[in-house]
Antibody, heavy 119, light 109 residues
Framework: EVQLVESGGGLVKPGESLRLSCAYS????????MTWVRQAPGKGLEWVGR??????????DYAAPVKGRFTMSLDESKNTLFLQMNRLTVDDIGIYFC??????????WGPGTLVAVSS | QSALTQPPSASGSPGQSVTISCSGT?????????VSWYQQHPGKAPKLIIS???KRPSGVPDRFSGSKSVNTASLTVSGLQAEDEADYYC?????????FGGGTKVTVL
C-alpha cells in the first residue's frame, strides 16, 4: 500500500526558509512521479510542482509563483522527497500535501503539513 | 483566481443527482483527456475520485461519474448520500503544470 507522510512545517518569518519532507512507502522512486500541492486557509488547491520518475531523470517543474524559490529533491536511501522553500512570504501560507502523480492525476495524498509565515 | 472555473456551491436532497461543471480552455481541459476530480471533507486531505475524465479509481462508488465536452468537464454525483457532503475540486493537465478549479461545496439537504 502506498503511503505518504509530510513533516517539517512550522512558523517562520517572511524571507526565511523551510524544508518540508515527505516520507513515502509502498513504492520505489522511479515507479511514480510525485507532486506538491498546497492549500491556503479556507481556499482551494494550488499545484506547487512535480518531480518525474527515473526514466525521466527526476526532472522537476514548478508553478510560476514558486519558481526560483522552491526546489524539490529526493533521497532514495531514506525514501524521502524534500521541498526546500526559500524567501517565504505570506502568500506561501497553507497546508502542503505531497502526492503520487500519474496521467495528470494526484493519486495518493499525505495528510499534509502546515506552513505559517508571520513577522 | 483559479485557472479553472467551478460554481462555488451546489446542493441536492438525498437520492437526487447533482452535477458540477468545470470550465477551462483549449490549453488545459480542451487540450488533454487528463481531467481529474477530488473530494475533500473538512480537515482531511483530498481524495481522487475521477481521473482521465471518466475513470474511477478502485473503491470509488459508481455513483460518481465524469465527462468532458470541449473545454468543460463535469462531475455528476447520483443518488446523493449524506457522506457526499464535501468540497469538490477539478483539475487538468496543462502542459508542464497542473491547474485546479476553485472548488464547489456540495450540500446534502
Amino acid at each position: 500500500e502506498v503511503q505518504l507522510v509530510e513533516s517539517g512545517g512550522g512558523l517562520v518569518k517572511p524571507g526565511e526558509s523551510l524544508r518540508l519532507s515527505c516520507a513515502y512507502s509502498g513504492f520505489r522512486f522511479g515507479e511514480l512521479w510525485m507532486t506538491w500541492v498546497r492549500q491556503a486557509p479556507g481556499k482551494g488547491l494550488e499545484w506547487v510542482g512535480r518531480i518525474r520518475d527515473k526514466p525521466n531523470r527526476g526532472a522537476t517543474d514548478y508553478a510560476a509563483p514558486v519558481k526560483g524559490r522552491f526546489t524539490m529533491s529526493l533521497d532514495e536511501s531514506k525514501n524521502t522527497l524534500f521541498l526546500q522553500m526559500n524567501r517565504l512570504t505570506v502568500d506561501d501560507i497553507g497546508i502542503y500535501f505531497c502526492t503520487t502523480y500519474t496521467s495528470g492525476a494526484c493519486l495518493v495524498w499525505g495528510p499534509g503539513t502546515l506552513v505559517a509565515v508571520s513577522s | 483566481q483559479s485557472a479553472l472555473t467551478q460554481p462555488p456551491s451546489a446542493s441536492g436532497s438525498p437520492g437526487q443527482s447533482v452535477t458540477i461543471s468545470c470550465s477551462g480552455t483549449s490549453s488545459d481541459i480542451g487540450g488533454y483527456n487528463f481531467v481529474s476530480w477530488y473530494q475533500q471533507h473538512p480537515g482531511k486531505a483530498p481524495k481522487l475520485i475521477i481521473s482521465e475524465v471518466d475513470k474511477r479509481p478502485s473503491g470509488v462508488p459508481d455513483r460518481f461519474s465524469g465527462s468532458k465536452s470541449v473545454n468543460t468537464a463535469s462531475l455528476t454525483v447520483s443518488g446523493l448520500q449524506a457522506e457526499d457532503e464535501a468540497d469538490y475540486y477539478c483539475s487538468s493537465y496543462a502542459g508542464y503544470k497542473l491547474v485546479f478549479g476553485g472548488g464547489t461545496k456540495v450540500t446534502v439537504l
